[in-house]
């Protein structure tokens, strides 16, 4: 087979050009990195795991009448994806104080807040992603003031979505990140959820002890994180109920 053409390769993901035009392939890569590249590991199939928790949390979306990006599952770290234009913007929904949120408004980690709050970071590595008001994104271009609405009402109902499923396996959506696409369908642009939805752009912790199951793992070296995404994944369904979490990622067919 002819080599595919590589498109894009970032830090946890490598998109090869697709079999259709319009279409590309996303590689799940083992690489796992954190404070904007600065600490760096390779985690034993962890590209596995993420494949397919991205593949459970888009399906699910798109049952629900939300639009994402993927097409299908091709084998064990790719899947065939919808290409789009991407928006600039990295999506945060949060429900619990974390992170940058809690440290910028010197908040308790976990404090669960009145409501749902979306904001938005400008995607650019070398600035550190940078947290941005609405109104720049607006003056500057990157979604128009209805692209931004929409952005937000899509935002919070995948919020629903995560929050129910994980609620239904004893895991607190804290935050997630997502990013969103704009497709053409002729002349018409639409926006759909893109990129990933794993426990690398999410947090995650256990309902009952607060046990983190997500990326702080590594970046707060708590353990290991390729235990923490398989027992997401093994209480999610996605690998047998008695796939021992601590074992290597089992897949069902
Ligand atoms: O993760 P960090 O403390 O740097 O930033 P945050 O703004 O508190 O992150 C909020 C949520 O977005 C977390 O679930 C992060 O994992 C996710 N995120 C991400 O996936 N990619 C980024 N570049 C920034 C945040």
Redesign the pocket.
């Known amino acids: 087979m002819a080599r595919r053409k590589l498109v894009y390769e970032g830090k946890a993901k490598i998109l090869y050009e697709g079999p259709e035009p319009g279409t590309l392939v996303q590689y799940f890569k083992d690489d796992a990195t954190a ?1 904007n590249a600065e600490k760096k590991d390779v985690i034993d199939g962890k590209g596995v795991l993420n494949n397919r928790l991205s593949e459970f949390f888009m399906t699910g979306l798109q049952r629900i009448g939300i639009p994402t990006h993927f097409i299908k599952r091709l084998n064990m770290r790719e899947q065939l994806i919808r290409q789009v234009e991407i928006v600039p913007l ?1 999506v ?1 929904v ?1 429900n619990f104080a ?6 910028r408004l010197g908040m308790e980690e976990g404090t669960q807040l009145p409501r749902p709050v979306v904001e938005f ?1 400008y995607k650019d590595d070398s600035l550190g ?1 940078p947290l941005v008001p609405e109104e720049y994104i607006v003056a500057l271009g990157w979604a128009s003031q209805q692209d931004l609405e929409d952005i937000i009402a899509m935002a919070l109902r995948v919020n629903d979505f995560l929050a129910g499923v994980m609620h239904g396996v004893g895991i607190k959506l ?4 997502i990013e969103i696409g704009r497709v053409y369908d002729g002349e018409f642009p639409r926006l759909i959820v893109a990129d990933e939805i794993s426990p ?4 995650l912790w256990d309902i009952e002890t607060n046990e983190k199951l ?2 702080d793992v590594f ?1 707060r070296d708590l353990g290991s994180l390729s235990d923490a995404y398989t027992e997401v994944a093994r209480r999610l369904g996605v690998l047998p109920q008695n796939n021992a979490p601590s074992g290597k990622p089992t897949l069902v067919n």
Request: glycine share 4%.
């Open positions: 404070f990295e945060i949060r974390a992170g940058t949120m809690a440290k970071s992603d804290v935050d997630f990140k690398d752009s999410c947090r997500d990326k970046r």
